[in-house]
């Protein structure tokens, strides 16, 4: 399995972000997809999940009600929208997959390179 996170950059706090996360190289019925953010020197933090076939979805209080995750099975990609950006929300973002449900890194089999993303005040 390999996956491809791309769509971060600069922004300036109010504003918005898409994350993508191209998956490819397996199939992913009932994989669990996730988004993480790591800034330097912390460990890197759960943001949210979406179960690939039924679509349900689990959101870290820090960012409910401004960060969605969704997927598109067709293209095979999964998407974190990021509203209402916060300066700190400024970090590495990673995608990452896993066969059963986890919130914590560990639990994760699979990883994105990362996209930094920088929420500018």
């Known amino acids: 399995v390999q996956l491809q996170a791309s769509g971060g950059g600069l922004v300036q706090a109010g504003g918005s972000l898409r994350l993508s996360c191209a998956a490819s190289?397996?199939?992913?019925?009932?994989?669990?997809l996730a988004w993480f953010r790591q800034t330097p020197g912390k460990e890197r933090e759960f943001v949210a999940i979406?179960?690939?076939?039924?679509?349900?979805?689990y959101t870290a209080d820090s960012v409910k009600g401004r960060f969605t995750i969704s997927r598109d099975i067709g293209r095979d990609t999964v998407y974190l929208r990021m509203n209402s950006l916060k300066p700190e929300d400024t970090a590495v973002y990673y995608c990452?997959?896993?066969?059963?449900?986890?919130?914590?890194?560990?639990?994760?089999?699979?990883w994105g390179q990362g996209t930094q993303v920088t929420v500018s005040s």
């Open positions: 990452a997959a896993a066969p059963s449900l986890g919130q914590r890194p560990n639990e994760y089999r699979y």
């Open positions: 979406i179960n690939w076939t039924s679509g349900n979805t």
């Open positions: 190289g397996g199939t992913f019925n009932n994989y669990i």
